[in-house]
């Protein structure tokens, strides 16, 4: 891979984890308080859960972790959603196998 893949494609994602985490905590703000506090410990255990789990050199699957984020502060957005929920997605080894 080229020389983007190490440091400047990191940080960018850095970047755009925590613009992502920081657009969630702002989207919650136009909530009800109860559903403010909700939210926000959601995202908050979400986005800690991930940083402990997902290998820091998975570009591809942080990359797909950004594109639910989004969709999901898209709906987030819309003024009928008062919450958010999680999917949990694993896979066995037969379903993913390493090479």
């Not at 003024?79 to 196998?97: A, W, Y």
Request: aromatic share 8%.
């Amino acid at each position: 891979m080229g020389p983007t893949t190490g440091g400047r494609t990191r940080l960018s994602m850095q970047k755009q984890v925590l613009s992502l985490y920081r657009g969630f905590l702002r989207a919650s703000r136009s909530k009800s308080p109860e559903d403010r506090r909700q939210i926000e410990s959601f995202v908050s255990a979400e986005f800690r859960r991930n940083s402990k789990q997902v290998d820091h050199k998975n570009f591809i699957y942080i990359e797909y972790l950004l594109r639910r984020g989004k969709k999901q502060l898209e709906q987030l957005n819309s003024p009928d959603t008062v919450g958010l929920s999680s999917m949990n997605v694993t896979f066995s080894e037969t379903e993913n196998p390493k090479n």
